[in-house]
T-cell receptor
Framework: NAGVTQTPKFRVLKTGQSMTLLCAQD?????MYWYRQDPGMGLRLIHYSVGEGTTAKGEVPDGYNVSRLKKQNFLLGLESAAPSQTSVYFCASRARVGHGYTFGSGTRLTVV | AQSVTQLGSHVSVSEGALVLLRCNYS??????LFWYVQYPNQGLQLLLKYTSAATLVKGINGFEAEFKKSETSFHLTKPSAHMSDAAEYFC????????????FGTGTQLKVEL
């Protein structure tokens, strides 16, 4: 029972490079989320999905794109990385309203 | 818009002492409220949640929280701190619609001293 798996765990990018972060869940959850965590700011929602084929913007969506082609996967893309995107990225999923989120272990991204 | 405020970004207690981490919420409708814990270099783990069934909610590791509507608070407590409780704690609020998004507080770092 893996829960929520994020790959990669660490990555260093140069400014302007692109990359995709993968989130996979094996719990058949409908809802999936991408957050970024920065010191003193808690977690801020980037994008989310309420089901396969759906995506929506969160609080800080600029510079990111997402896709949810399969129910179990939620991809986060950075088209042209900037130093301001240096952060720890967490994926989470939940089954239904009122349930807590299950979090992945995070991806630490550094943009130089 | 919903929000949560965690008072005190750092809290220090002695081992065996009471732990009290404060959280106040702002929500226009009855909320779902959560406490999460994050250990260094790990993801967030659910401690407990309030979903209107009972105002006193018991969670894992001996933690509990009381929902007080009149005070718009959901403070986290533990009677006796243990060294292993040292971590960062996040309060979060969610509504029943709009994708059921969680809005997190800025976190409280708990330090437990001998």
């Amino acid at each position: 029972n893996a829960g929520v798996t994020q790959t990669p765990k660490f990555r260093v990018l140069k400014t302007g490079q692109s990359m995709t972060l993968l989130c996979a869940q094996d719990m058949n959850h409908e809802y999936m989320y991408w957050y970024r965590q920065d010191p003193g700011m808690g977690l801020r929602l980037i994008h989310y999905s309420v089901g396969e084929g759906t995506t929506a913007k969160g609080e800080v969506p600029d510079g990111y794109n997402v896709s949810r082609l399969k129910k179990q996967n939620f991809l986060l893309g950075l088209e042209s990385a900037a130093p301001s995107q240096t952060s720890v990225y967490f994926c989470a999923s939940r089954a239904r309203v009122g349930h807590g989120y299950t979090f992945g272990s995070g991806t630490r991204l550094t943009v130089v | 818009a919903q929000s949560v405020t965690q008072l005190g970004s750092h809290v220090s207690v002695s081992e065996g002492a009471l732990v009290l981490l404060r959280c106040n919420y702002s929500s226009s409708v009855p909320p779902y409220l959560f406490w999460y814990v994050q250990y260094p270099n790990q993801g967030l783990q659910l401690l407990l949640k309030y979903t209107s069934a009972a105002t006193l909610v018991k969670g894992i590791n001996g933690f509990e929280a009381e929902f007080k509507k009149s005070e718009t608070s959901f403070h986290l407590t533990k009677p006796s701190a243990h060294m292993s409780d040292a971590a960062e704690y996040f309060c979060a609020v969610s509504d029943a619609g709009g994708g059921n998004k969680l809005t997190f507080g800025t976190g409280t770092q708990l330090k437990v001293e001998l």
